[in-house]
């Protein structure tokens, strides 16, 4: 699998279902979704980076104000972060230890990285 923007520019408009059909246990599942993961987290970047760009191309700002955006915008990506760890770990322990616990810890992180991505796709429109 080709961790890549390139071959899919906006993976969170994807399908996977096909990605996980070639899994035939446990840990080909966790593989399958640790990828999608990866993919989603490189596109929350890309965005994250057109962002502090649109900050700080803004010219009637000062210097100093534009980069207190774009430390606050970190800010927020890093609770959002933190909100999305803590949610898939509620989740992996709903599996009470179970094999399924890391798909379901990843499964709930990699839903929440794609609401995450439309949200911040929504700045842009």
């Given at each position: 699998?080709?961790?890549?923007?390139?071959?899919?520019?906006?993976?969170?408009?994807?399908?996977?279902?096909?990605?996980?059909?070639?899994?035939?246990?446990?840990?080909?599942?966790?593989?399958?979704?640790?990828?999608?993961?990866?993919?989603?987290?490189?596109r929350?970047?890309?965005?994250?980076?057109?962002?502090?760009?649109?900050?700080?191309?803004n010219?009637?700002?000062?210097?100093?104000?534009?980069?207190?955006?774009?430390?606050?915008?970190?800010?927020?990506?890093?609770?959002?972060?933190?909100?999305?760890?803590?949610?898939?770990?509620?989740?992996?322990?709903?599996?009470?230890?179970?094999?399924?616990?890391?798909?379901?810890?990843?499964?709930?992180?990699?839903?929440?990285?794609?609401?995450?991505?439309?949200?911040?796709?929504?700045v842009?429109?």
């Open positions: 699998f080709e961790i890549s923007l390139i071959k899919y520019p906006e993976p969170e408009n994807n399908s996977w279902h096909e990605h996980y059909e070639e899994a035939l246990c446990t840990a080909s599942l966790n593989q399958a979704v640790s990828e999608l993961m990866s993919l989603q987290r490189v929350i970047k890309q965005l994250m980076k057109l962002k502090f760009e649109q900050i700080r191309s010219e009637f700002d000062t210097d100093e104000y534009k980069e207190s955006m774009v430390r606050d915008a970190i800010e927020v990506q890093e609770a959002w972060d933190a909100y999305a760890q803590a949610r898939g770990r509620e989740v992996a322990a709903s599996y009470r230890g179970g094999s399924g616990s890391g798909y379901g810890y990843g499964r709930t992180y990699f839903d929440l990285q794609v609401e995450r991505i439309k949200d911040l796709l929504a842009y429109k």
